[in-house]
């Protein structure tokens, strides 16, 4: 089945800089991907869809310069926390989607702490 | 916001089945009823989907009401790994989309299953 790797699976930083997450989908092609968060003992929450070469649309109250998406590919989408604050601290999953049927495929996930 | 209601936590035994029920009463005709598990610190797992027929697949078992209001998602043997968040999700089916953000998947709190021996 389709195969979703996400990178780091975990990652500290310091308060001010900035990180990067990949999202790879690792035996098909997908045309659009998803950004979630999630903090802890809540729910999934989408951040952004990003469509591979054209701009991510992002949900009302996420800042799209302090989140940056790139989906330069169809297989790569990254997210980047820019200036990342101790708040920004939370559970990252990215969601690719193809056309075979099934339709979402969801990565492991990365846990951001900001120190 | 999402479009579904589950109750927030069920517990069940292992060996039995495990029935987590969703209501969607505003589900619209091209919308399908998907169901998603998380397990603690890892992204949703794809479990079933379905439009308006009955479906099984050999993780679960996914019924759907005769007016679409509601579904079942039925876990035949509960096993102690499947302990975990169960999401109910309605949304166009991904190939009916179209569009660029169309078709994304909104999550609702879920239930929580507890599998205990």
């Known amino acids: 089945g389709a195969v979703v790797s996400q990178h780091p699976s975990r990652v500290i930083c310091k308060s001010g800089t900035s990180v990067k997450i990949e999202c790879r989908s690792l035996d098909f092609q997908a045309t659009t991907m998803f950004w979630y968060r999630q903090f802890p003992k809540q729910s999934l929450m989408l951040m952004a869809t990003s469509n591979e070469g054209s701009k991510a649309t992002y949900e009302q109250g996420v800042e799209k310069d302090k989140f940056l998406i790139n989906h330069a590919s169809l297989t790569l989408s990254t997210l980047t926390v820019t200036s990342a604050h101790p708040e920004d601290s939370s559970f990252y999953i990215c969601?690719?989607?193809?056309?075979?049927?099934?339709?979402?495929?969801f990565g492991s996930g990365t846990r951001l702490t900001v120190v | 916001d999402a479009k579904t209601t589950q109750p927030p936590s069920m517990d069940c035994a292992e060996g039995r089945a495990a029935n987590l029920p969703c209501n969607h009463s505003?589900?619209?005709?091209?919308?399908?009823v998907y169901w998603y598990r998380q397990i603690h610190s890892q992204g949703p797992q794809y479990i079933i989907h379905?439009?308006?027929n009955n479906e099984t697949n050999e993780m679960a078992s996914l019924i759907i009401t005769e007016d679409r209001k509601s579904s079942t998602l039925i876990l035949p043997h509960a096993t102690l790994r499947d302990t975990a968040v169960y999401y109910c999700i309605v949304s166009p089916h991904p190939s009916n989309a179209g569009g660029t953000s169309y078709g994304k998947l909104t999550f609702g709190q879920g239930t929580i299953l507890t599998v205990h021996p």
């Open positions: 505003t589900i619209s005709g091209n919308e399908y």
């Open positions: 969601s690719a989607r193809d056309a075979s049927g099934y339709g979402y495929t």
């Open positions: 379905g439009l308006k």
